[in-house]
């Protein structure tokens, strides 16, 4: 059980963090113009460049690195809604953050995934919150990963018959599915739709693992019925009381795309997820000392392909 989590926070590590924020709070502006940086403060991160750039890298589609640190050539955006049958199959949320790019295994797979939910469950389409930036790589604001365009978000809350105004994608908010004490879901969020939307996530073969919060993992295991194998595939995370993050394999022939260790076999249920719902994790002690953060990732700690994807016209 610990090795599990362990390898997830090696993984991952930093990713908890604002995971709230694309579900709850208006997005930052992303300004065209980098901001000045004094020569003391040492090399650009890497997130404040890609973070600015507005268009995919013109290049063949190639995701370079591993999912947190990385970058993505020749993005597709995931267009804005999907066909409509009673309202579009899919909206993207969020439209100012400008992060609905991916490989195009990625868009391939929202595309099938979201025509697929509505035959598996009562919703009629899904919310898709961030992908990658344009050309991957680091963001401004949350999210370790995403970075080579095999991630997405996708909200626990159904794609309303309706399509959405601009304005909507900005201010609607995603249901909590998280109870107040966290140890369990909320009941009057959670509907048995929601373990078969993730079971249809999980049951793509190029779904990788999918995380969620450890309570949502909790429900699964307690819901799911049938053949439980896709259980395997979620895996319990900090945040994502809103969404769930789908990760995709490597594509194929993509010799620069670092692939995960798989994850543990077996359901992941039972006692590999008490140590979620223990003290430690539940209510952690405050530091004494604050940790010192993490200095931001740089050009020269990704790979050597990224300053081209960066620089690509
Ligand atoms: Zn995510």
């Excluded at 978000?153 to 399509?163: A, F, K, N």
């Excluded at 908010?173 to 079971?199: G, Q």
């Excluded at 604050?290 to 990704?302: E, I, M, N």
């Amino acid at each position: 059980m610990f090795r599990a989590a362990a390898i997830v926070v090696l993984l991952l590590a930093g990713a908890p963090a604002l995971a709230l924020a694309q579900q709850m709070a208006p997005p930052a502006a992303v300004p065209g113009k980098p901001a000045e940086r004094p020569a003391a403060a040492g090399p650009v991160p890497a997130k404040e460049l890609f973070g600015r750039v507005e268009g995919p890298a013109p290049l063949a589609a190639r995701s370079i690195g591993f999912y947190s640190r990385g970058c993505l050539a020749g993005a597709e955006a995931l267009a804005v809604n999907g066909p409509s049958w009673q309202g579009p199959s899919w909206q993207v949320m969020r439209l100012s953050r400008n992060r609905n790019f991916g490989h195009p295994d990625l868009v391939a797979f929202l595309e099938r995934f979201s025509a697929q939910v509505p035959k598996v469950s009562s919703w009629q389409g899904i919310l898709v919150g961030d992908m990658s930036q344009p050309r991957g790589g680091p963001m401004l604001t949350g999210h370790a990963s995403h970075q080579i365009g095999l991630d997405a978000d996708i909200w626990l809350t159904p794609s309303p018959g309706r399509e959405l105004s601009r304005e909507d994608r900005e201010k609607l908010s995603a249901s909590m599915m998280v109870r107040a004490d966290r140890r369990d879901i909320d009941p009057a969020n959670w509907r048995p739709d929601h373990w078969k939307v993730i079971r249809a996530a999980a049951l793509d073969p190029r779904v990788e693992r999918i995380f969620v919060n450890a309570a949502i993992k909790k429900a699964l295991c307690r819901e799911a019925s049938g053949d439980r194998a896709f259980l395997a595939k979620v895996r319990p995370y900090w945040g994502h009381d809103y969404h769930m993050h789908v990760r995709l394999t490597c594509p194929a022939g993509n010799p620069e795309c670092r692939p995960q260790e798989a994850p543990p076999t077996g359901e992941g249920c039972g006692s590999e997820l008490d140590w979620w719902f223990t003290d430690e994790v539940l209510h952690p002690k405050p530091e004494k000392e604050p940790a010192k953060p993490k200095p931001p990732l740089t050009l020269a700690d990704l790979p050597e392909a990224c300053a081209a994807v960066l620089g690509a016209r």
